[in-house]
């Protein structure tokens, strides 16, 4: 049996979480909890936000703050960084999580969505990283945990402005890490396979029996593995045996063969968004 994940010594007290409201950020968010770090949850909807907080400080007695930000503009990250100050918090556990996806040939992309992506999945992340990164510097501890994905290993047709931003997204992880590691600060990029949580549109893609069929992992899962990698300070973790093959699959297949795939498969989307 593998052993307990366990808080990581008390100096390090509070973790801030975006995209805490749902799927793997939430479930990052409860097992910080459950460990008894006070919490910062960060996400766009402030119902569900307060949902999410609520339950959390429920279950696990700790302090849950909730900043309701849309993290897809250019001015969120210092606002937030702000916010958290004005608080009179240290964030010693920075998880940037929030994302969302979209299918399509990128010359399709409505452009305020893919503006959003490359804010959220791009600009966002690298600036908190900047703001709360510089602090644990100057502390000598701290841990990043990056939430990329298996996509960030290989280019994919449909998912041009998914797919190059979670490359940037490890690519980021990976030096920002060198350059933190010698300060004691910890980086770490969890890259989840295919998981079951309301990233998709369950009309486009069958989440639930993708679960029911192992296909997909559950968030809570992807989350434990997530914490337990940033906790023994591993540069990057991708949960899951079926989402390393997978992971390794993508690596290996020849670009004609994703091209073929590309022209015949019914389910990739096409010229206009649909399959
Ligand atoms: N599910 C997968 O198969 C999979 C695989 C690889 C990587 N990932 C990555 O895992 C991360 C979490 O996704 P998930 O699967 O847990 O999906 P999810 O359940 O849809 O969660 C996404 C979270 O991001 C937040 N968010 C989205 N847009 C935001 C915005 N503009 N401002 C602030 N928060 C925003 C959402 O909050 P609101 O609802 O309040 O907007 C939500 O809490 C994402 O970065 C995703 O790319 C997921």
Not at 74 to 90: F, H, I, M, R, W
Not at 129 to 141: N, W
Not at 159 to 175: E, Q, V, W
Not at 198 to 206: A, G, K, R, T
């Amino acid at each position: 049996m593998s052993k307990q994940l366990q808080r990581a010594g008390d100096r390090l007290r509070v973790a801030l979480v975006t995209g805490a409201c749902s799927g793997i950020g939430r479930a990052l968010a409860l097992r910080l909890g459950s460990l008894g770090y006070e919490l910062i949850l960060v996400s766009n909807r402030p119902a569900e936000l307060a949902a999410a907080a609520q339950e959390i400080g429920a279950a696990h007695s700790v302090a849950v703050h909730t900043i309701a930000s849309d993290l897809a503009r250019p001015e969120a990250a210092e606002e937030l960084y702000q916010s958290v100050l004005g608080k009179d918090l240290q964030v010693d556990i920075l998880v940037s999580n929030a994302g969302f996806f979209f299918f399509g040939e990128a010359v399709d992309a409505a452009l305020p969505r893919a503006n959003a992506m490359l804010q959220l999945h791009v600009v966002t992340p690298s600036l908190l990283c900047t703001c709360f990164g510089r602090d644990m510097r100057e502390r000598g501890r701290g841990h990043v945990l990056i939430v990329s994905s298996i996509s960030a290993w290989r280019d994919f047709p449909g998912i041009s402005y998914y797919g190059a931003s979670k490359k940037y997204l490890r690519g980021f992880a990976r030096s920002l890490r060198s350059e933190m590691g010698v300060y004691g600060v910890n980086v770490t990029c969890l890259a989840p396979g295919p998981t079951a949580t309301n990233l998709y549109d369950p009309e486009v893609v069958p989440v639930k029996r993708a679960k029911r069929l192992g296909i997909m992992m559950d968030a809570a899962t992807v989350a434990e593995a997530g914490l337990r990698a940033m906790f023994a300070g591993r540069a990057e973790h991708i949960p899951g045996l079926l989402a390393r093959a997978m992971t390794l699959l993508s690596v290996l297949v020849p670009q004609w063969a994703i091209d073929l795939l590309r022209r015949r498969a019914p389910w990739l989307p096409k010229r206009g968004g649909s399959p």
